[in-house]
């Protein structure tokens, strides 16, 4: 849906309190699926918030058989599938309350984290509701936020799933670009707020593999899988702000776990 600023302003109380993202190979070889021992991890991008069907058992964290996780399991059977994914996880979240399934065992670890922690639902609803100048403010003071905190917090996250599961391949997968640039939006943000979002996404997405490759983890970039399938392209694998169910807007629909995040995680995996 695209929503001209003062329809998207009727929605700002309700998007302010509910949006949330909700983001090197290893030297190690991949496991066999059939004896692997996997675990999911991460924020809803991993849970698959957007994709609908969500498990009513899993509450707020929105996990659904939709997301790339569960749709790998239901491919490859492996020995053992553990999905504590949340969608509005940050990477304090990730050790407080993930971490449980992961042993001496595990082969196979996945995760998206860190969109979150560098505010992804604050610069949405900055830049859907207030002016561009303000948007490209709130998006330089997440780029810094990634310069300055991100980093540590990763390597927090990181040091905690190598000493629970030291033998597993960690698949650590980035975020896609939102936005098609001169696509066929006719309202909603400029192309300078655009542009400025998509190319934030890049900067999360290259300090997240620079931290997973110097754990020894894997990064497995979707950016060019979700390519001509942004908002904007009329062929959108992201939800954009959808009054209709708000928490859900800026994530994948079924079709971005299924056709982005999925042949990407395999291919890693």
């Given at each position: 849906?695209?929503?001209?600023?003062?329809?998207?302003?009727?929605?700002s109380l309700l998007l302010g309190a509910v949006l949330a993202l909700t983001g090197a190979a290893s030297a190690q070889a991949a496991p066999s699926a059939a004896a692997t021992d996997y675990v999911?991890?991460?924020?809803?991008?991993?849970?698959?918030?957007?994709?609908?069907?969500?498990?009513?058992?899993?509450?707020?964290?929105?996990?659904?058989?939709?997301?790339?996780?569960?749709?790998?399991?239901?491919?490859?059977?492996?020995?053992?599938?553990?999905?504590?994914?949340?969608?509005?996880?940050?990477?304090?979240?990730?050790?407080?309350?993930?971490?449980?399934?992961?042993?001496?065992?595990?082969?196979?670890?996945?995760?998206?984290?860190?969109?979150?922690?560098?505010?992804?639902?604050?610069?949405?609803?900055?830049?859907?509701?207030?002016?561009?100048?303000?948007?490209?403010?709130?998006?330089?003071?997440?780029?810094?936020?990634?310069?300055?905190?991100?980093?540590?917090?990763?390597?927090?996250?990181?040091?905690?799933?190598?000493?629970?599961?030291?033998?597993?391949?960690?698949?650590?997968?980035?975020?896609?670009?939102?936005?098609?640039?001169?696509?066929?939006?006719?309202?909603?943000?400029?192309?300078?707020?655009?542009?400025?979002?998509?190319?934030?996404?890049?900067?999360?997405?290259?300090?997240?593999?620079?931290?997973?490759?110097?754990?020894?983890?894997?990064?497995?970039?979707?950016?060019?899988?979700?390519?001509?399938?942004?908002?904007?392209?009329?062929?959108?694998?992201?939800?954009?702000?959808?009054?209709?169910?708000?928490?859900?807007?800026?994530?994948?629909?079924?079709?971005?776990?299924?056709?982005?995040?999925?042949?990407?995680?395999?291919?890693?995996?």
């Amino acid at each position: 849906m695209k929503l001209s600023r003062i329809a998207a302003f009727s929605s700002s109380l309700l998007l302010g309190a509910v949006l949330a993202l909700t983001g090197a190979a290893s030297a190690q070889a991949a496991p066999s699926a059939a004896a692997t021992d996997y675990v999911a991890l991460g924020d809803s991008y991993s849970s698959g918030l957007g994709a609908g069907a969500y498990d009513s058992a899993a509450g707020d964290c929105k996990r659904t058989a939709r997301a790339y996780p569960a749709l790998w399991a239901a491919a490859h059977s492996p020995a053992t599938f553990a999905f504590t994914a949340c969608s509005g996880a940050r990477t304090g979240d990730v050790t407080a309350n993930q971490l449980t399934p992961l042993n001496a065992s595990t082969d196979l670890v996945s995760i998206t984290i860190g969109g979150n922690d560098a505010g992804f639902a604050d610069v949405m609803t900055t830049c859907v509701l207030q002016s561009e100048n303000t948007c490209l403010n709130r998006v330089a003071q997440a780029r810094a936020f990634v310069d300055s905190t991100l980093p540590g917090n990763l390597d927090r996250v990181y040091d905690a799933i190598s000493a629970r599961a030291p033998s597993a391949r960690v698949v650590v997968l980035g975020y896609p670009r939102f936005y098609q640039l001169s696509g066929n939006c006719v309202a909603g943000l400029s192309e300078r707020e655009r542009s400025a979002i998509n190319s934030a996404s890049d900067y999360l997405n290259t300090a997240t593999a620079k931290r997973a490759a110097d754990h020894g983890f894997a990064f497995a970039g979707v950016a060019s899988a979700f390519q001509g399938h942004e908002i904007c392209s009329g062929s959108s694998w992201l939800h954009s702000v959808n009054l209709l169910n708000i928490s859900e807007s800026y994530h994948p629909t079924a079709a971005g776990q299924s056709g982005g995040y999925l042949p990407v995680f395999a291919s890693a995996a």
